[in-house]
């Protein structure tokens, strides 16, 4: 479903517009004052206003651009919203028309809906040539429940082809009869539809309708649908809208036109520093000065890197996970010295020792101690003997002590005049 242009009825201006000025041009012949947007009597109009186009008595019209704001894909749908002004029976009068007439007569790639007296829907269309214009046939798509003041949608969709019964007419979504086309859509002939006109075409028959929307799509529309509560839901846009980017900001040698005017960009690329295909992830693609290259670089999976460690890659942001626990086995506390602290498996201290090692000096001489040997040395039964015999008697004084009674009996011997 590709809209190629839109108008709403709260403003003259088109609301998707991909040609030129969305400007469009009111017309009433006879008068200096043309139709204008008004909401008087705007029950049930979508946007609360619509072009007052319906007098009475004078031929009035609404135009815009065309060429791109009209089909060339083979396809083609419009689809209408109007405020009719008269009830049951419509009078004859012209809908909607696509492309322009020479001053020798010929019509030229033009599609002009009409609504016949009969309250029956016509398309007519002039094949590429110019100058085959007929009207489509079997014509058995007829409408005529109209109550004056109460919107509807027309749409009219259409294959672009020949086949019978290919044009499909509905009124609110339901379809009320098909037609035939007199020749198939002749494509490449945009250029020719200049302008999209409403109310005024063929017949110049006075309007006694008013409008409130126009869709034109590039495909073939579903044409029954259910009742639509408000606008074709399409974003506004202005194809006229543009600036020019300046020649500085277009790649050197590229060729664009603005304004009628044929431009050469100049940027070469500006100043650039090749980070190096080294800091460029592995398998991006880019280009220094025209040299295109790619990044060898492979980024390290969080696995590898060291637990708690922030990094990056791609604007990710990753934390490592790697213990270096294949690398090393706790110990054991009862294998660590008392008080020390240590990391098993942890970024801080989570472990404490408890083994106690003697002091060399209370180690047999000789014998393994800390990262030493012992230093005590057991004396001989000499050295006991002499230790003994050879203490002072003043050096007894522990109570009860073998060298205190000996002091003692002595003591009392001495006493005694014992010899």
Not at 47 to 58: H, I, K, P, R, T
Not at 62 to 67: A, K, T
Not at 245 to 272: D, M, R, S, W
Not at 320 to 348: C, H, Q
Request: net charge negative.
């Amino acid at each position: 479903m590709a809209v190629v242009f839109a108008w709403r009825g709260t403003q003259e201006a088109a609301w998707y517009s991909t040609n030129g000025s969305t400007i469009g041009k009111v017309y009433q012949r006879g008068v200096t004052t043309p139709p204008t947007i008004t909401a008087t009597g705007a029950t049930g109009v979508f946007g609360g206003s619509y072009l007052a186009m319906s007098n009475g008595s004078l031929e009035s019209a609404v135009l815009w651009p065309g060429v791109t704001n009209t089909p060339d894909s083979g396809q083609i749908a419009i689809l209408m919203r109007i405020i009719p002004r008269w009830t049951g029976t419509p009078p004859s009068q012209d809908l909607c028309v696509m492309g322009f007439g020479s001053q020798a007569g010929n019509e030229a790639a033009i599609i002009n809906l009409l609504m016949l007296s009969t309250g029956a829907f016509r398309m007519r269309y002039a094949g590429g040539d110019g100058s085959t214009t007929s009207n489509s046939t079997s014509t058995v798509a007829t409408y005529t429940s109209y109550v004056s003041g109460t919107p509807l949608d027309i749409m009219m969709s259409w294959d672009g082809t020949t086949s019978a019964n290919a044009v499909v007419w509905s009124v609110n979504g339901t379809l009320v009869g098909t037609s035939t086309a007199p020749n198939a859509w002749w494509t490449g002939l945009k250029q020719l539809r200049t302008s999209i006109s409403i109310g005024i075409g063929t017949t110049s028959a006075v309007s006694t309708y008013d409008l409130n929307e126009l869709v034109i799509f590039d495909n073939n529309q579903t044409a029954i649908y259910t009742p639509r509560t408000a606008f074709w839901s399409i974003s506004a846009f202005d194809g006229s809208v543009y600036t020019d980017p300046g020649i500085t900001h277009v790649q050197t040698g590229t060729t664009y036109t603005f304004a009628g005017v044929l431009e050469t960009g100049t940027f070469g690329g500006g100043t650039n520093i090749d980070p190096g295909v080294n800091n460029v992830l592995s398998g991006v693609a880019y280009e220094i000065a025209g040299t295109p290259l790619t990044g060898n670089y492979v980024s390290p999976v969080i696995g590898t890197v060291q637990t708690g460690v922030l990094y990056g890659v791609s604007g990710t942001s990753l934390t490592g996970t790697y213990t270096g626990s294949d690398r090393w086995s706790d110990p054991g506390i009862a294998n660590v010295r008392l008080g020390t602290s240590y990391e098993a498996n942890s970024t801080t201290n989570n472990r404490t020792g408890t083994l106690i090692v003697p002091n060399p000096a209370t180690v047999l001489s000789g014998v393994g101690t800390d990262n030493t040997v012992g230093t005590f040395v057991v004396p001989t039964s000499s050295q006991n003997a002499s230790a003994v015999w050879e203490e002072l008697l003043v050096s007894h004084t522990t109570v009860n002590t073998f060298g205190w009674f000996v002091k003692r009996l002595l003591t009392v011997a001495k006493f005694l005049g014992l010899k």
